[in-house]
């Protein structure tokens, strides 16, 4: 019921690109009145799905919540599916490991989730040498992103939550999570860092399952690698598109299509 009483969150972490399976199940809570909600104004917070039930879950904000009640529940954020909106007239679609925005309300068990909307991800790969420049500001750390960390100020300034992992590889690998101009906008800034006046040398992460779609919609000089660039947590290969930003945009953006309409239909 909407508001009603919580069950107490379980502890999970999300250590890979793709969320692990919870291990253990709560019993279902009694039906109680509706709780009273006061809004905690509107401004909106981005946070990681640590928990999902289908009739429940709870959020780890990965932004700053001032609040009395912040730190019960071991600082998660309740989610009712009915404060989930609906998608092009579909009912919202939520997972464990997703990164979502919402805004927060406060009732007498704690701090709730409101207008909860899931964001769209790139993956991206950058040069070492490159991340250095563009990942110039500090970098935080949570217990539910393991081997990784992430930059908030990135946040503020993008509209995107940014996470670098901290894997061995011969590239930085980063994710971007967004609406999905935002998405855009912060992929390109990030791939003409390197790239001359007016350019970008995007490099976007793909699965191997989805590269066929993917290649459709890449010009004629796209670079794809002919191996597998990662192969953990299923096997992806790298897509190199060196071109101006406006063209750089629209790949992204036609890529992000490709990837939200294979989700609709999953």
């Known amino acids: ?31 109680k009145a509706p709780l009273q909600r006061t809004r905690m104004g509107e401004g909106r917070h981005v946070g990681l799905v640590v ?14 919540v001032q609040h009395e009640q912040a730190s019960r529940h071991r600082g998660l954020i309740y989610l009712n599916p009915t404060d989930v ?9 939520m997972k464990l490991g997703k990164v979502v925005d919402f805004t927060v309300y406060s009732d007498d068990d704690g701090l709730g989730a409101e207008d909860c ?14 991340a250095k420049e563009c990942l110039k500001d500090s970098p935080q750390w949570s217990e539910y992103l393991t081997d990784s960390e992430y930059y908030p100020a990135f946040e503020q300034g993008s509209g995107c939550l940014l996470r670098k992992y901290t894997w061995p590889l011969p ?12 998405l855009v906008a912060a992929a390109v800034s990030i791939a003409a860092a390197g790239a ?20 459709a919609v890449l010009p004629p000089d796209a670079e794809v690698s002919e191996k ?22 629209e790949v992204a953006r036609a890529i992000l299509k490709l990837m939200e309409a294979h989700v609709a239909k999953a």
């Not at 909407?2 to 809570?29: D, F, S």
């Open 1 to 31: 019921d909407l508001g009603c009483a919580r069950p107490p969150p379980l502890q999970l972490t999300v250590r890979l690109i793709m969320p692990p399976k919870k291990e253990q199940e709560e019993e279902e809570p009694d039906a």
């Open 51 to 64: 928990e999902w039930k289908g009739h429940m879950g709870w959020i780890k904000p990965l932004s700053n």
């Open 85 to 93: 909106p609906e998608v092009d007239g579909r009912p919202g679609v």
């Open 117 to 130: 909307r899931g964001r769209s991800v790139l993956r991206m790969t950058v040069p070492h040498n490159e």
């Open 171 to 182: 590239f930085v690998l980063v994710e971007l999570w967004g609406r999905d101009e935002e």
């Open 196 to 215: 001359p006046e007016g350019e970008a040398h995007l490099r976007l992460v793909v699965a191997a399952e989805d590269l066929d779609k993917v290649k």
């Open 228 to 249: 597998v660039v990662l192969s953990r947590p299923l096997p992806c290969h790298e897509v190199i598109v060196k071109a101006s930003k406006d063209k750089c945009g």
